[in-house]
Structure formats: C-alpha cells, structure tokens
C-alpha cells in the first residue's frame, strides 16, 4: 500500500515528467519556426515552377473530343440541295445506306465523305460527282466570294444538249447564278415546273423560251424573269445559246 507522502512524491515527478516533455516538444516547435522562417518556404520553388508551367502549358482540347468544322466543305452545298428537293435527313441517309447522324455531321462538314459516299449522294440527288469538287480551291480569302474562270463546277441536269456551270461560290445562299450553254437543236419538250424565282440574260445565240402558254423568242442582250410557271425551252439556231440563269432559292 503506497503511503500518502510516497504517493503526492511519485505524482510531483510524474508532473515534472510530463510538463518538461510537454515544454521541451513547445520550444523545439519554436526554433523550428525560426529556422524555417530563416530559410523562407522550401515549397515555394516549385510552387512557382508550377504556376510557370500552367502559365506556358498550352491549352488543352476541350473534354469530349468536340468536332470542329472544316473549312470549304460540301455541307452547305449538300443541305441546299437536300431541302430542294424536298427530303428530310432520314429519308436521304437511306438513300445512301448510312446513318441520320453520320449525314447530319456531314451536312455540318463534321465528317468527310468517301469517294463512294459521294457516288452515292450525287446519285440520290441526280446530280454530277463534279459537284462536289472544286468548293474549297482557290486562295483561302477568295473562297465564298470569288468563283474563277477555270474553277467553276458542273451541275446535273437529265435534258440533252444542256450543261450548266455554277457561278456562285457556293449553294448556301438565297439564289444562285448559273452558266447555261444550250446546244444547237437541244430542247426540253415537257414543261418543268419549280417553286422558285427565275430570271436570265442571254449572252449569244437564240433561244425559245415558253412560260406558260407564251413563246418568247430571246435574241442576245434579251433578258426574262419568271415565278413558279411551267416552262419550257428550245435552241432554234445552229450555234450554242448561253445564258446566264438566276435562280431562288437553289435548286441544283
């Protein structure tokens, strides 16, 4: 059994025990502040060197791999003529055996079609594989604005004795300007009939062009305009009639 003078002893060294542990660990914590303090923060190099890099570190893409639009693609032109002629997205990619979304990225030029695609559509389309080429040549601040002389598109169309060239820079507009050079004795004997606005001036040659019921025979410097009328037209002469054919909205 520990006496009362024996115990209150044992516990007053315990007590120095504990408190001088206690001290020692606060001043040691005391010089250590000093001494970091001393040095300055041993962090702060590379805390700086980090900053530097996400300073000078380029940019990162963006998360999800979002799909970026290629420039002069044949995306607006292919829309344009889609809604001409009256068929939706699904009723096109069936056309073509591919997906809706697969021709809504190539309408958003999102995704480049394949040789084959391309068949594919000109013919849903009945227009020539040359339509789709030839968009994005020329210098890059020329393109959507200038179309030159040698880099001009053909355009489709089932009439003998026709070929068109395209004038404009491209389908996406509200009209489009085209080139028509009618061979002598060529003729679209059945009357064609479109939802649009046409106007033309004919360059040389003669043409006969009905409206409706009316035959007009156009002579060069001649110009017309008409509005979704049945019409119908034929190369009387013996040399090409050219014509330059306005049309809006696009159709080919």
């Not at 990619?93 to 997906?99: F, I, L, P, Q, T």
């Not at 064609?192 to 060069?220: K, V």
Request: charge should be negative; proline fraction near 7%.
């Amino acid at each position: 059994m520990i006496k009362p003078v024996e115990w209150t002893l044992r516990q007053k060294a315990t007590n120095r025990d504990v408190f001088g542990l206690d001290a020692g660990m606060k001043i040691c914590s005391v010089f250590s502040d000093m001494f970091v303090a001393s040095l300055g923060d041993p962090f702060q190099p590379m805390n700086q060197a980090l900053k530097f890099d996400q300073a000078t570190a380029p940019a990162r893409p963006a998360q999800g791999g979002g799909k970026r639009a290629r420039a002069g693609g044949i995306g607006g032109d292919l829309r344009a003529l889609r809604k001409a002629r009256g068929l939706t997205l699904t009723q096109l990619a069936g056309h073509v055996a591919r997906s809706v979304g697969w021709l809504s990225e190539v309408e958003r030029d999102l995704t480049e079609p394949t040789i084959t695609d391309l068949r594919r559509l000109a013919a849903a389309l009945d227009q020539p594989l040359s339509l789709f080429f030839g968009a994005s040549e020329g210098p890059v601040e020329e393109r959507g604005f200038i179309v030159r002389a040698d880099t001009r598109r053909a355009l489709g169309t089932a009439e003998a004795g026709l070929t068109e060239q395209l004038l404009s820079p491209d389908l996406t507009g509200s009209f489009e300007i085209v080139r028509s050079v009618f061979e002598p004795g060529a003729e679209l004997a059945e009357a064609n009939q479109r939802p649009t606005e046409e106007a033309g001036y004919l360059i040389s040659g003669q043409l006969d062009l009905w409206i409706g019921e009316q035959m007009f025979r156009l002579n060069p410097g001649d110009s017309f305009r008409f509005t979704g009328q049945p019409y119908r037209w034929r190369n009387p002469g013996d040399e090409p009639a050219v014509a330059i054919w306005v049309i809006a909205p696009p159709v080919y």
